[in-house]
């Protein structure tokens, strides 16, 4: 095991309950690898407290627990079997690949991100379908404030049957409140909802190898040259882990990796299951086996091992 979670329980828990106690129409979103918990075991902590979850596509639908309704947040262009969850619809072609099937559906309507989406004209010709439309779907940019994602939203409204749920994501419980009572909503949350209260997770990785070297070495895939005398140091996790170095825009990137509270330098780009630092002399240099701290987005991160406190 070399990617470690642990997660300090009655922390959690309290967190997860709060945020669900707080929101009226929560819909708990478990897509990917379930935000670094599994996204089966998390679908059924989930619903333990709310019917319907959010997975990112048909191929995520597998092991959910029987009581659950799951929303497919990106849209397929081959329709499922069965007609039990509700999948998005956001442009023709959608609903082309959804000829004869006979369910549910979200209508997602455009926004600022230009992802994916139609104006609202769309609604009709989805019904025109003969499908039924359990809401429509706003996704605002991560980008901005709550209160501007909140007003991408509110412009939207006048024109969508106030008896049509809207179903909106990237906002916070405040500005959700906040959002004119001329509709019903419903909020979809991931990162708020299980990552909210970052004292309670804490992720690690394990050193496999460390490999003493001088200034003027070369080292790694690329052979690139190595900082100085020091040691290279391999930790074992990788962009099989969803490992990369941490964008830090014009100021170009971040290792995620520290120990004792040191940030450890890449060598280079992470690897599949390996990652390469260098440590220079003088630093702190762990020992094979010993963990080293890991700064990363936890629903990016598959997880070997779990530790709950």
């Known amino acids: 095991m070399t990617v470690r979670l642990t997660i300090r329980t009655t922390i959690w828990r309290s967190q997860v309950a709060r945020v669900a106690n707080a929101v009226d129409g929560l819909v708990p979103v478990i897509k990917g690898n379930g935000y670094g918990f599994g996204r089966n075991w998390l679908a059924h902590t989930a619903a333990q407290f709310c ?74 010709r989805v019904l025109a379908c003969g499908l039924e439309v359990v809401g429509v779907s706003v996704h605002p940019q991560l980008a901005g404030s709550g209160a501007e994602h909140a007003a991408i939203i509110a412009e939207l409204l006048p024109a969508i049957d106030p008896a049509i749920p809207v179903w909106v994501s990237h906002l916070d419980l405040d500005s959700y409140a906040q959002l ?5 909503y419903r909020l979809r949350l991931g990162t708020t909802l299980w990552h909210g209260d970052k004292q309670a997770l804490h992720l690690t990785a394990d050193v496999i190898d460390i490999n003493s070297v001088n200034a003027g070495d070369n080292a790694g895939y690329r052979m690139g040259p190595v900082g100085g005398n ?38 280079e780009a992470p690897h599949m299951h390996t990652s390469m630092v260098f440590v220079p002399d003088g630093s702190p240099l762990p020992s094979i086996g010993d963990p080293v701290d890991l700064q990363r987005p936890m629903h990016m991160t598959a997880v070997d091992e779990y530790e709950w406190l």
């Open 51 to 124: 019917d319907t979850v959010a997975v990112g596509t048909v191929h995520e639908l597998d092991g959910l627990p029987d009581e659950l309704t799951p929303v497919v947040l990106t849209p397929t262009l081959t329709a499922p079997t069965s007609t039990n969850p509700i999948l998005t619809v956001g442009a023709d072609e959608h609903l082309t690949a959804l000829a004869g099937w006979n369910g549910r559906v979200l209508v997602k309507l455009a926004s600022p991100m230009r992802r994916f989406g139609r104006d609202v004209a769309f609604i009709d």
């Open 230 to 267: 020091g040691h290279l140091v391999m930790i074992g996790a990788g962009t099989a882990n969803g490992i990369t170095a941490i964008d830090q825009g014009e100021h170009g990137s971040l290792s995620p990796f520290h120990f004792e509270r040191t940030r450890l330098a890449l060598h």
């Open 180 to 184: 004119p009572t001329t509709h019903s």
